[in-house]
């Protein structure tokens, strides 16, 4: 039992790691490439040292927050269910979020063909990402949440890639749940397919940190009330919030 759930952590761990490293590699190596400067000049290179440790220090913490959530409903599930038909409930859609956190860990195969499904798996999570973190951003963005947090984000108005470790544990914490939040309920998300949405999501989010690449998050940081999205404006084109100016 403890072994199984050291490996369950192990492998979170794992993917994390290789996760960071990637969003890390590929955001400064584009950076260099467009000669684009990756670290804000404002800030001195102590404070963005500080700034990356406490990051990985805080993501850390609520990954294995999270995980552990995820490992205690799942024992409990199969403790109760101890027989796969039990009641009907295992495997049916009732219980959707163990399928998926079985494909995930496990490597389940998905429920769609292959071809659909490696298209419309990951359109279906950068969908609910965008959704749970328009609402999450708003939020955020509502007098009392901005001053108690969201607010050291908007500090800096001209921003750089790396501003985007510029947020406090709370913001940087509840930022990384929601990329996490659509595993509970998209179907058929395999382990290596969350890896990559992730690097690909959030590379695009450093690099959006900076004019040189995509507008409409240095809006944001000069606006404040437009553009809210995580990547794509969906939500903020159907609710008018989109600003391009
Ligand atoms: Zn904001
Ligand atoms: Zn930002």
Redesign the pocket.
């Known amino acids: 039992m403890i072994y199984s759930l050291l490996q369950e952590f192990g492998i979170l761990l794992q993917r994390f790691a290789s996760v960071t490293f990637a969003t890390l590699a590929l955001s400064t190596a584009t950076c260099s490439v467009f000669s684009t400067p990756f670290f804000n000049p404002l800030n001195t290179f102590d404070k963005t040292m500080y700034k990356v440790a406490t990051t990985v220090y805080t993501s850390l913490t609520s990954i294995l927050i999270f995980a552990t959530g995820l490992v205690a409903v799942n024992c409990g599930v199969r403790y109760i269910c101890s027989s796969s038909s039990l009641f009907g409930l295992c495997g049916n859609d009732r219980l959707i979020y163990i399928d998926n956190y079985e494909s995930i860990f496990h490597g389940a195969a998905n429920t769609y063909s292959p071809t659909f499904g490696y298209i419309w798996i990951p359109l279906e999570y950068c969908f609910f990402v965008e959704l749970v973190y328009y609402i999450y951003?708003r939020l955020?963005?509502t007098r009392r949440w901005?001053r108690y947090s969201?607010y050291y984000?908007?500090m800096n108005l001209v921003v750089y890639p790396a501003d985007i470790l510029h947020a406090d544990i709370l913001d940087t914490t509840l930022t990384i749940l929601c990329l996490y939040m659509p595993v509970l309920w998209v179907r058929g998300i395999t382990s290596g397919m969350f890896s990559f949405l992730q690097t690909a999501l959030i590379t695009y989010s450093f690099l959006q940190h900076s004019d040189r690449f995509v507008k409409i998050h240095t809006i944001?940081?000069r606006r404040?009330d437009y553009n809210?999205c995580f990547c794509l404006p969906i939500f903020d084109w159907l609710l008018g919030t989109l600003s391009y100016d």
């Open positions: 951003h955020m963005h901005y969201h984000h908007h944001h940081h404040f809210y």
